[in-house]
């Protein structure tokens, strides 16, 4: 299914929208995918915002598993629209519960100070595998993706920096070109900014990772400057904490000229499973 389909959405009342039904063959991903659930809350708010207006922050709480085989239904609340903000309330709900709960902020076009961190060094993405060759997910999930390359940066090739509990990089983009909107390419960043970023939590517990549940909690994104989510972008990740069964990730978004286009961060479930405790 084509990024345009899966953030499709059918209105279905002012103020209310039907995501599609998707349910991948897959044992990796047996519920609803998170970014799925997230990208379309995106999309529905920005339905009802002024086109003057961009999404500048997102912050979201995954409630309840999301079921792949049921549609989802968007309730939007108009929380503010002022003249250079506004503001968006989502909940998403299936089965007449609450799955997902997001609040988006959106500002028009301004100016001010500018600087941003330097880009990290990492290995060009033509150099790497692509993400069914690194057997992080099964035939079914890879395929759920496979309109997207992933590449993620081998740990024999990752510059580790120190002082950093966990660190991975990761390269991603659509491999077809996507329309000139600027608000697909936002949406369609929103959609893979939660595939890989809880891995960054897990890489220095390979050992232990068939013995973790792992899902999302929540979900924290900023844009900061325009991109094409069909030009290479570099995801940089690190987990600076994990305990107590949770494990906070934070990633920066940069495009292939160094600028920092987003920043994500997100804090997960990586607690032992019943049966191995």
């Known amino acids: 299914m084509s990024i345009e389909k899966i953030l499709d959405l059918e209105q279905l009342e002012v103020n209310i929208y039907r995501g599609s039904v998707f349910s991948p063959e897959s ?11 997230a990208g379309q809350s995106l999309v529905s708010a920005v339905r009802t915002v002024d086109p003057r207006f961009l999404v500048h922050s997102l912050h ?7 079921d792949a085989t049921a549609s989802t239904i968007f309730l939007v609340e108009r929380i503010r629209d002022g003249g250079s903000f506004c503001t968006r309330r989502v909940n998403a709900i299936q089965h007449g519960e609450t799955i997902f709960s997001m609040s988006a902020s959106f500002q028009t076009d301004q100016s001010g100070i500018e600087h941003q961190d330097a ?5 060009p993405p033509d150099d790497l595998p692509g993400l069914n060759s690194m057997k992080v997910f099964d035939d079914a999930g890879f395929r759920q993706f496979e309109e997207w390359d992933v590449r993620i940066v081998p740990r024999e090739k990752l510059a580790l920096l120190p002082g950093l509990a ?14 000139d909107d600027p608000v697909l390419h936002i ?6 900014s939660d595939l890989t970023l809880l891995g960054s939590a897990q890489v220095t517990h390979l050992d232990e990772r068939e013995h ?11 844009f900061m400057r325009m991109f094409r989510a069909d030009e290479w972008l570099l ?34 479930l990586t607690r032992y499973k019943r049966d191995f405790q």
Not at 27 to 37: A, D, I, K, P, S
Not at 60 to 66: D, H
Not at 187 to 192: F, K, V
Request: glycine share 12%.
């Open 166 to 179: 966990s660190q991975q990089q990761v390269w991603f983009r659509h491999r077809d070109p996507l329309p």
């Open 187 to 192: 949406c369609a960043l929103a959609y893979m």
């Open 119 to 123: 880009m990290p060094s990492a290995p």
């Open 212 to 222: 973790l549940q792992v899902a999302s909690l929540d979900h924290a994104m900023w």
């Open 60 to 66: 979201g709480y995954f409630i309840r598993p999301g």
């Open 235 to 268: 995801y940089d990740q690190t987990s600076p904490s994990a305990c107590g069964g949770r494990a906070l990730c934070q990633g920066k978004l940069f495009n292939r000229h160094g600028e920092m286009v987003a920043a994500v961060m997100q804090e997960g």
């Open 27 to 37: 044992g990796y991903f047996q519920r609803t995918f998170g970014g799925h659930v």
